[in-house]
Nanobody, 124 residues
């Protein structure tokens, strides 16, 4: 089992930046691909970003490409999401999760060990 705890959320104005962290405990995440998702009120949870176990592969949702950057520090057992040029439509609860071994998709069902989420609110 892996326990994930997100932090770093907050309220910012449009154009601002935030850096989210996802700290893992219970076991090392160095062997796993990890992802970020978000869920806005009244909407389904959606994929935001993925980083492979090696860090060599990073995949982003079209809506955040060029603005968000996912990274990992396996020495700290932590992944990050750097969010720049934030927009009101980025407002959501952000979650990190561990991608299930053997899958190459990025739906919610392809991930496990979800954190509790951290709220990001962007005002115009």
């Amino acid at each position: 089992q892996v326990q994930l705890v997100e932090s770093g959320g907050g309220s910012v104005q449009a154009g601002g930046s935030l850096r989210l962290s996802c700290a893992a405990s219970g076991r090392t995440i160095s062997d796993y691909g990890m992802g970020w998702f978000r869920q806005a009120p009244g909407k389904e949870r959606e994929f935001v970003a993925y980083i492979s176990d090696s860090g060599d592969t990073r995949i982003y949702a079209d809506s955040v490409k060029g603005r968000f950057t996912v990274s990992r520090d396996d020495a700290k057992n932590t992944i990050y999401l750097e969010m720049n040029s934030l927009r009101p439509e980025d407002t959501a609860v952000y979650y990190c999760a561990n991608r299930r071994p053997g899958t190459n998709r990025h739906g919610s069902g392809d991930y496990r060990y979800w954190g509790q989420g951290t709220q990001v609110t962007v005002s115009s």
